[in-house]
C-alpha cells in the first residue's frame, strides 16, 4: 500500500473506531452505571434488621431491611450507591438505633432481592415507593439519605414528598456532568440515557440539608459537590472531610455528623441561622463553596 493511499485510509479507521467506542459504551453504559444489579439475593435474615418488600406503582417488588426506631424519633430512609447493598449498612443501623432511631434501606429494581431493572426513571419511582411505604409503616418523620448515585433518589423524593430533612453523602450536581468530566472525549449529552440530574431538583428542597463530602473523592469530585450545595436553598449545611475519598467516608465521625442532624430534627424543631447558614467540619476543614 502507498504511503498517499494509507495516509487517506488512517483518519477513516480511526472515525471507525472512535465510533465503535461511542457505540459500545452507549449499548453499555448502564452496566457501567448500575454494577451493583443482579448480585445475590439479600437473605432474609441478614446482618441487620427485618427484611421487607415494597410494591412499587408499575408493579415492581423491591426489597429492604428496616430496623425500627422510636416514634418520637425521626427515621432514615437510605438510598445507595451504584455498586452497593442494604446488608453492608449494619453499622449504620447500629449507631442509629443507639440513639433510638429507625433505618429503611431499600434494594433498588434490579438490585439484590428485588425485580425489575435499573434505570433512572425506575430508581426514582422506587425512592417515592419507599417512602410512601415508610410512612405508611413507621409513623415517624422521615429523614432521607442518599450516597453518590443514590442523592439523586434522595433528592428527587424529598422534592415531591415531606422529608423532615435530607442527608446527601458524596453528592453530584448530576450524573451527566460527572460523566462529562470522565469521558470529556465523548459526546455524553447526546449518548446518557440516566442524567440524574440533581440540578434540576434541588431548588424544590426547602427542607434542612447536610452535605457531606470528602476532599479526596476521586469518582464524584468535591467540586460536583459544593455546586449542588450552592444551588441549594437554605437551610443547609456542608462538611468536607479532609481525608477521605469516595469509597472510605464513613467513619465514626461522619456518622456522629449524620446522627446530631437527624437528632436536630426532632419535632421540627426551627433550625438557627448559625446551624442553616453555616459550613462545618468533623475530622476535615470548612470552607465557603
Excluded at 447500629?94 to 425485580?115: C, D, E, F, M, V
Excluded at 418523620?141 to 422529608?163: C, D, F, K, Y
Excluded at 463530602?213 to 456542608?238: C, F, N, T, V, W
Amino acid at each position: 500500500m502507498s504511503t498517499t493511499r494509507y495516509l487517506l485510509i488512517l483518519p477513516l479507521m480511526a472515525v471507525v473506531a472512535y465510533m465503535a467506542v461511542v457505540g459500545l459504551l452507549y449499548f453499555s453504559q448502564r452496566t457501567l452505571l448500575f454494577p451493583g444489579a443482579g448480585a445475590a439475593p439479600v437473605a432474609e435474615q441478614a446482618r441487620w434488621g427485618e427484611s421487607v418488600h415494597v410494591k412499587t406503582p408499575d408493579g415492581e417488588m423491591l426489597q429492604g431491611l428496616y430496623s425500627q426506631g422510636d416514634s418520637d424519633k425521626p427515621c432514615v430512609l437510605l438510598f445507595f450507591g451504584n455498586g452497593d447493598r442494604v446488608d453492608n449498612y449494619a453499622f449504620l443501623a447500629q449507631a442509629l438505633a443507639a440513639h433510638r432511631i429507625g433505618l429503611l434501606a431499600i434494594s433498588y429494581r434490579g438490585y439484590p432481592g428485588s425485580t425489575g431493572s435499573p434505570s433512572e426513571q425506575g430508581l426514582l419511582t422506587d425512592g417515592i415507593a419507599a417512602f410512601n411505604w415508610l410512612s405508611a409503616h413507621d409513623g415517624s418523620e422521615i429523614v432521607v439519605m442518599g450516597r453518590s448515585l443514590g442523592t439523586g433518589v434522595a433528592v428527587n423524593t424529598a422534592a415531591q414528598r415531606p422529608a423532615a430533612g435530607v442527608i446527601l453523602v458524596s453528592p453530584y450536581l448530576s450524573v451527566l456532568s460527572v460523566a462529562q468530566r470522565h469521558y470529556p472525549y465523548l459526546p455524553v449529552q447526546l449518548l446518557l440515557k440516566d442524567p440524574f440530574r440533581s440540578d434540576l431538583n434541588i431548588g424544590k428542597v426547602r427542607q434542612p440539608k447536610l452535605f457531606l463530602h470528602g476532599r479526596l473523592d476521586d469518582s464524584i469530585p468535591l467540586s460536583s459537590g459544593q455546586a449542588l450545595y450552592e444551588i441549594a436553598p437554605e437551610p443547609k449545611r456542608m462538611v468536607i472531610y479532609d481525608g477521605a475519598g469516595h469509597n472510605d467516608i464513613f467513619n465514626d465521625g461522619m456518622v456522629g455528623d449524620v446522627i446530631r442532624f437527624v437528632e436536630a430534627l426532632e419535632g421540627n424543631r426551627p433550625r438557627s441561622r448559625h446551624e442553616s447558614e453555616g459550613e462545618d467540619h468533623s475530622g476535615g476543614s470548612a470552607s465557603n463553596p
